[in-house]
């Protein structure tokens, strides 16, 4: 019997299930990461004197670190397992919120927030992979669609956490509380979490076999699982050469276009969740009507990704994915139009923050599934990383066109055309690891 052939068409147990949470709880810890400057952030200014641009840099500091650290860690799953390099980025991410903590000066937080990055950077890379390779066929969407929503749950309550903390304690407890709950979720995952199925049966190393089997009785599946065939060449390459392999013959077309996609994507969400407050109120709408402009978009964000992955239960991933871009894109110009009438606004923003987040946990869904498991964190490790490009270069790109004369409503219209242009990026993709997963013959013998 074959592991991944049983785990994609069985039911899955509450033990899988359980996996899914871990992945929640860390992408909620991420959410929370992620923005631990923006809710800091006038705390930090007062106390360090910075100015704009002094704080734009501490701003993008962790994006700069999860770029890196996502093109860092994905070889390093493929070669040395996906738990091992998650724990490896958790540690990262610990000591760079410990070390955020105790800055003295801006420069100082600035590397520590880089070192956090690199750690959100790798966690996301390997945690992904490991959902969706615990995922059967008909519930991989879902899973990751809850995954992804716990970004937004794990920013709220984080917003309102930083709220109550910095009055009382100061900005440096916001990521001394960030650095305990990541410290508890790191030995939760280290306990809890199984190693790769697919990284064991393809790496193979001491004792594999047995090891998948214990892992398949833990995940309530019945049998005596085999590895299948013989270890592949590009199994015992694998490592920092993976990057070769995700532009060779086979996967160059399929790479390019799931770039271009995450780039886009991660541009136009990072468009419209950090210049919405701030464009509203150049429209007309109060500094207030702004802030619930943009609590708006966060408010969709969750119910976004489970819609998605619900519907990823009854429709292909890839044209789901297609339609919420084609959507996102039309309703970022609806919103724009409307906030004459702050009612339609608000309402529209909602589905807006639907849509763009349902586009990123599309992209979480179907990148997984377009490499084979010889190169697989390293194929999403890439993509993330290409997304955090386009993540940087929003707020950098949109603040000069605001400052050269762009007006609010043409700079939503811009980000709507390339976000439904970044649709077609995905006609073609196809799911070649499903395909090969359902073969494991053919992969031995290529």
Same mark, same amino acid.
């Given at each position: 019997? #074959?592991?991944?052939?049983? $785990? ?18 860390? +992408?909620?810890? #991420? ?6 400057? =923006? ?11 910075? =100015?704009? @641009? ?26 040395? &397992? ?54 059967? +066929? ?31 304690? &100061? ?5 001394? *509380? ?50 299948? &065939?013989?270890?592949?060449? @590009? ?12 532009? +060779? ?42 802030? $619930?402009?943009?609590?708006?978009? @966060?408010?969709?964000? *969750? ?15 890839? +044209? ?12 970022? $110009?609806?919103?724009? @139009? ?9 309402? =529209? ?44 270069? *929003? ?7 605001? #400052? ?9 219209? &811009? ?32």
């Amino acid at each position: 019997m #074959d592991i991944r052939q049983t $785990i994609n068409d069985t039911a899955m147990s509450r033990y899988q299930w359980f996996i899914v949470f871990i992945a929640v709880l860390l +992408n909620a810890l #991420d959410g929370f990461d992620v923005l631990a400057m =923006s809710f800091t952030a006038n705390a930090v200014t007062e106390e360090f004197g910075l =100015s704009g @641009s002094q704080l734009g840099v501490l701003l993008s500091s962790a994006l700069f670190g999860m770029t890196a650290g996502s093109l860092l860690f994905g070889p390093i799953g493929d070669r040395f &397992g996906r738990k091992n390099a998650l724990m490896i980025a958790l540690l990262f991410n610990v000591v760079g919120l410990v070390l955020s903590a105790t800055a003295q000066s801006a420069g100082q937080l600035g590397v520590w927030r880089l070192i956090t990055g690199i750690g959100i950077g790798g966690i996301l890379a390997c945690i992904t992979v490991v959902i969706s390779e615990f995922s059967n +066929n008909k519930n991989r969407g879902m899973a990751m669609s809850i995954y992804a929503a716990g970004y937004g749950i794990g920013a709220s309550l984080g917003g309102f956490g930083a709220a109550q903390l910095i009055p009382t304690f &100061g900005w440096r407890s916001v990521f001394a *509380a960030g650095a305990i709950a990541t410290g508890i979720a790191t030995i939760a995952t280290f306990f809890f979490l199984p190693e790769s199925v697919d990284w064991l049966s393809t790496r193979r190393p001491a004792g594999a076999r047995d090891k998948i089997n214990y892992i398949a009785r833990r995940l309530g599946k019945v049998g005596t699982f085999e590895l299948p &065939g013989e270890q592949s060449l @590009s199994t015992k390459k694998a490592g920092l050469q993976s990057y070769a392999v995700l532009v +060779n013959k086979e996967n160059r077309g399929t790479s390019i276009k799931l770039w271009v996609a995450f780039g886009i994507v991660m541009f136009g969400f990072y468009f419209a969740n950090t210049w919405t407050p701030k464009l509203l109120v150049e429209t007309g709408m109060s500094e207030q009507q702004g802030i $619930i402009g943009g609590l708006m978009l @966060s408010m969709g964000g *969750a119910f976004g990704s489970l819609l998605y992955g619900f519907l990823t239960t009854k429709f292909s991933s890839r +044209n789901t994915l297609m339609t919420f871009m084609v959507l996102s894109g039309l309703t970022l $110009i609806l919103f724009i @139009s409307s906030t004459s009438v702050p009612s339609i606004a608000f309402a =529209s923003g909602v589905v807006v923050g639907m849509l763009i987040n349902g586009c990123v946990a599309g992209l979480y869904t179907l990148s997984p599934q377009l490499y084979s498991a010889e190169v697989r964190t390293t194929g999403v490790g890439a993509a993330i990383g290409m997304g955090r490009v386009g993540a940087i270069s *929003a707020p950098l790109l949109v603040g000069s066109l605001l #400052d050269s004369g762009w007006s609010p409503t043409q700079l939503y219209v &811009g980000v709507a055309v390339i976000v439904v242009a970044g649709a077609t990026s995905l006609i073609g993709m196809r799911t070649q690891a499903v395909a090969v997963e359902k073969q494991p013959e053919a992969l031995a013998t290529k």
